[in-house]
């Protein structure tokens, strides 16, 4: 059924947007059923002078979720599935959960980044009006506007580059601040390890 | 000296009729069922609670449209959305946009650090300060999060948990700019519209339903597997008036065609059609004009009950041409004098009678019972002031009214002989049988008379969308605004294991939405504390210098909370001063299980201020209660009417008494033989039995061996018989077996009247 409705949510993106792009963006993607690498995010926050710079490794399961373990400045973690958010500092203890089941507010956004990390383009076009080119022979480039409302009262817009993966998710929040997210050291191998699909199984 | 009354009666008469034209051109019928519920005679805040919660709900229709899959619910929520604004006159959607949203965020922004959920305030209360800076930078360095606020005014991120809490108070979450129901294999978008048009102003003509069966073809035209689901007042108002409206007119005009049929067979002159047709039509709107006088409105009901009248205020008309029939025009005031005196006596039992129903608190029987009495009266004196006036010319007894007539004298009469003891004794048997096997039955649900569709509909969005049950609540009641918002405090901590262990799916209560003052400085200082370490911890952690942000100073107030547009969701549980004390209401959801409302009832116990409600119950208990007064007051009824009859009877007053008495022994035989439950409204269908069924009985005796008296009481049985016979088919089980009840003991006494008149050549004196 799940995957009845993906079909039926692509046909729909592909024939809303700015059709050829989309789809030039999505033969160039890699359809990886599994994504790893590093990240740097690097925050504007109101209230402080300087950006706000996170570093660690990251892994997205198209099927089960997402891990995002930053290792500077301190060490956490943060476990997505489509059902709940998890996060738990390395020490000290702190943690708070969230269970997405009956908000779609955040279900739509444990979707939202999903969808960004693996550039899901076709589920984006769902919420987002989609602007773009394609850069070079490998390379794209794209912005995206929220269309829903309770996704405009969080984003203003988000700009997405990358070739064969995502390599930079720029956030522009309503409320004034901003992320910027660099990828590196993207692959699609190795599989899960016991750990890791332990984690995203709870 | 009887054209001096006419003149009186006939400037009565006027009057009305200038009333009568005001009336319908404002049209004040009443369709509201609640109208017809009894007022609590204890506690008058339930009641102010009761119609608090219903007022609103008055002009709301709510719509669920559904669909295998989100897309396609949304295109056939669509569909139903536009052909609804086609209809702008009657309909318009409820503002639940995200701008009221938007408002009331920006209300509460102020006193943020006062808002915290349970499971917030019992952990700020206990993390330590590694906790709360660890928990503070983590959400600090998230990818992305939804914040309604800065940092500095939110360091922790507490408050969209809050207002997640608050969205769990409805089962709708907003998806894509829509509000989202998933459920029953479907997924749902709810539509919220309100009629323009007010509840009580709805016609027969069913505007909203149609245009509602209008969106359920676009519906299915737009996505065929597409479902509809609606509820709202409007639309049982538009049905109890449509059905109202059908019933009035079969049972009126049903009645009014026998009863002129009955005359045209009887007399064959149009005379007589024409004057009792005037009678009744000036009874039914001296009728309705004394009770639009007397109440605010009409109801809908009293109408149909109304409408049997038809076959009760005829009894005089006839009884004064079957009188005067064959008797030369000049002799027409003797005639009526002789017969005033029995018709007066028929006129007091059954005047009386329909008072009794009045005793009951039932705003809708009151009425019911003031329509009958001035409708009779009406009647009555329209036959005793102008019929001889109007009535001129001759009347010849008709072969009809001859046969009708002698027919008494070959009527079975009750004697001393064995073959009628043995009769008696099979009949006694027969009713002691019966009697034994009835069951009498209070539950108030079983008088729902809504289609089945719409209770099915109303159902179905129950289930979906966890709404509060309006019948069942606790009313919170203190000397102060601070204590009842503590009070419900208390409660509500009773509750949480009641939801915790799915015996409902939640409560909504002001005090989640307004904490008391109390509770707000306890809050706002425990925040203030936590959040100064988090603040600490991110500086030491950035090197930066943020800082907390000021929140307001003051307290939020009932008064100012209720201003605004953050109040909109609990506003109506607000009910503020009522006499000494204030009250709220604090609603349940998910209650679909009769079952569990003892536990409920249970919850509230040995809590100051806190009352468990439960209308349906109590209305029950009331209809209990009442069938038990009435049913006394029957037997002290009869006791009564007994003793008027014997001060005009003497000894032969049994013979108008028995067959009364015995219609209403028989009449609850039968219920008991066909299962039929015992309830107040056949109970009451009795008393006016007791009121009525004497009369034969009067006429009978007063006019012994004479043909003409019994003609009267043969024409206004029948008449009588089709008119509650008629009222027997309503689809409003309250009048159907009201209706039944008088049929039966109608027929009963019908037959058994004539057996116990007196021996021929024998008299009263």
Not at chain 1, 34 to 58: I, N
Not at chain 1, 168 to 183: A, C, K, N, P, Y
Not at chain 2, 90 to 119: C, G, I, K, N, W
Not at chain 2, 499 to 519: F, K, N
Request: contains cysteine.
């Amino acid at each position: 059924m799940k995957r009845v409705l993906l079909l039926v949510g692509v046909l729909l993106a592909t024939s809303a947007s700015a059709g050829d792009v989309v789809a030039g963006v999505r033969a160039r993607l890699e359809d990886a059923p599994l994504l790893r690498g590093e990240f740097e995010q690097k925050k504007t926050v109101t209230g402080f002078k300087k950006p706000l710079v996170s570093r660690g490794d990251f892994l997205l399961s198209r099927e089960k979720g997402v891990l995002w373990d930053t290792r500077v400045p301190f060490a956490s973690t943060l476990t997505l599935t489509r059902t709940s958010l998890k996060a738990e500092q390395g020490t000290g203890g702190a943690a708070y959960q969230l269970d997405t089941g009956r908000e779609p507010a955040l279900a739509a956004m444990n979707a939202l980044l999903f969808a960004l990390l693996s550039g899901d383009v076709a589920t984006l076009a769902t919420r987002f009006r989609i602007e773009g080119e394609l850069v070079g022979t490998e390379g794209w480039k794209l912005a995206l506007t929220p269309t829903d409302a309770s996704l405009a009262r969080v984003f203003r817009n988000i700009r997405l580059e990358g070739d064969r993966f995502v390599r930079q998710v720029h956030l522009e929040e309503t409320r004034g601040d901003s992320s910027v997210i660099q990828f590196s050291h993207l692959a699609s191998t190795p599989p899960l390890s016991d750990t890791e699909a332990k984690r995203l199984a709870k | 000296m009887r054209s001096r009354w006419a003149i009186l009666w006939a400037l009565v008469l006027v009057a009305v009729g200038v009333h009568q034209v005001g009336f319908w051109r404002s049209a004040r019928l009443d369709t509201d069922v609640l109208a017809l519920l009894p007022e609590d005679e204890q506690a008058p805040e339930v009641g102010a609670a009761t119609r608090r919660l219903a007022e609103g709900a008055g002009r709301e229709l709510v719509l669920l449209v559904g669909a295998p899959d989100w897309a396609l619910a949304q295109r056939a929520a669509d569909a139903a959305r536009e052909e609804l604004e086609k209809d702008s006159a009657l309909l318009e959607p409820s503002v639940t946009d995200a701008s009221a949203l938007d408002a009331a965020v920006e209300f509460y922004r102020p006193y943020r650090d006062r808002l915290l959920t349970p499971a917030q305030r019992a952990w700020l209360a206990r993390a330590s300060s590694e906790e709360l800076g660890g928990t503070a930078l983590m959400k600090l360095y998230q990818p992305a999060g939804p914040r309604l606020t800065d940092f500095d005014a939110d360091p922790l991120g507490l408050w969209p948990d809050w207002w997640a809490a608050r969205a769990t108070e409805s089962a709708a979450r907003p998806r894509d700019g829509r509000l989202w129901v998933s459920g029953e294999g479907r997924e749902w978008v709810l539509l919220a519209w309100q009629s323009k048009v007010s509840a009580f102003a709805l016609g027969a003509d069913a505007r909203i339903t149609a245009a509602v069966e209008r969106a359920r073809a676009a519906v299915l035209a737009a996505v065929p597997e597409g479902r509809l689901v609606a509820a709202g007042v409007p639309l049982y108002a538009e049905a109890a008036a449509s059905q109202a409206s059908t019933e009035m007119s079969t049972i009126g005009l049903g009645s009014l065609l026998a009863v002129l049929l009955l005359v045209w067979l009887t007399f064959r002159s149009p005379r007589p059609i024409l004057l009792v047709g005037v009678s009744l039509a000036l009874g039914c709107a001296v009728a309705l004009s004394v009770t639009a006088l007397l109440f605010e409105r009409v109801h809908l009901l009293t109408l149909v009950f109304g409408s049997s009248l038809v076959g009760v205020a005829e009894d005089y008309g006839f009884h004064y041409f079957a009188a005067r029939q064959g008797k030369p025009p000049e002799e027409r005031g003797p005639v009526l004098r002789s017969l005033l005196p029995g018709m007066a006596l028929a006129l007091l039992t059954s005047v009386v009678a329909y008072l009794a129903l009045g005793l009951a608190p039932f705003p809708g029987l009151r009425q019911m019972a003031v329509f009958s009495v001035a409708g009779l009266v009406g009647a009555f004196l329209t036959v005793a002031c102008w019929f001889p006036t109007l009535d001129t010319g001759a009347l010849p007894v008709t072969p009809f009214a001859k046969r009708v007539s002698a027919s008494l004298l070959r009527w079975p009469r009750f004697s001393s002989t064995p073959r009628w003891w043995l009769g008696a004794a099979v009949l006694a048997v027969a009713i002691g049988g019966g009697l034994w096997r009835l069951v009498p039955r209070d539950d108030v649900r079983q008088l729902q008379s809504a289609p089945a569709n719409l209770v099915a509909d109303q159902r179905e969005l129950g289930r979906l969308l966890g709404l509060p049950s309006p019948a069942q609540f606790f009313l919170v009641g203190a000397g102060t605004e601070e204590e009842v918002l503590a009070r419900e405090v208390a409660l509500k901590e009773r509750l949480e294991p009641l939801v915790a262990g799915g015996v409902l799916a939640g409560y909504r209560a002001v005090s989640d939405w307004l904490p008391s003052a109390a509770q707000q400085l306890a809050d706002a200082s425990l925040s203030a504390r936590a959040e100064a370490q988090a603040v600490a911890a991110v500086a030491a952690a950035t090197g930066e210098s943020p800082t907390r942000a000021a929140f307001a100073t003051d307290v939020l107030t009932p008064a100012r909370f209720l201003a605004s547009p953050a109040a909109s969701a609990v506003q109506r549980q607000w009910l503020g001063l009522l006499g000494e004390q204030h009250y709220s209401v604090v609603m349940l959801r998910g209650l679909n299980d009769p079952s569990v409302l003892p536990r409920l009832a249970e919850a509230a116990r040995g809590l100051d201020g806190v009352r468990w409600v439960d209308k349906t119950e109590e209305i029950s208990r009331l209809l209990g209660r009442y069938r038990r007064l009435m049913g006394g007051l029957i037997v002290v009824g009869y006791v009564a009417v007994l003793l008027t009859l014997v001060a005009r009877f003497r000894r032969e007053a049994w013979r108008a008494w028995l067959p009364s008495v015995l219609g209403t022994l028989i009449t609850l035989a039968v219920f008991g033989w066909t299962g039929e439950p015992l309830q107040l409204f056949s109970v009451l269908g009795l008393v006016l039995l007791l009121g009525m069924g004497v009369d034969y009985g009067i006429f009978l005796l007063e006019h012994p061996g004479e043909g003409s008296a019994w003609l009267a009481v043969a024409l206004a049985g029948v008449s009588t018989l089709l008119s509650f016979g008629l009222l027997g088919l309503s689809a409003t089980p309250a009048l159907r077996s009201f209706g039944l009840a008088m049929l039966l003991g109608e027929v009963t006494i019908w037959f058994l009247t004539p057996c116990f008149r007196l021996p021929s050549g024998k008299d009263i004196t």
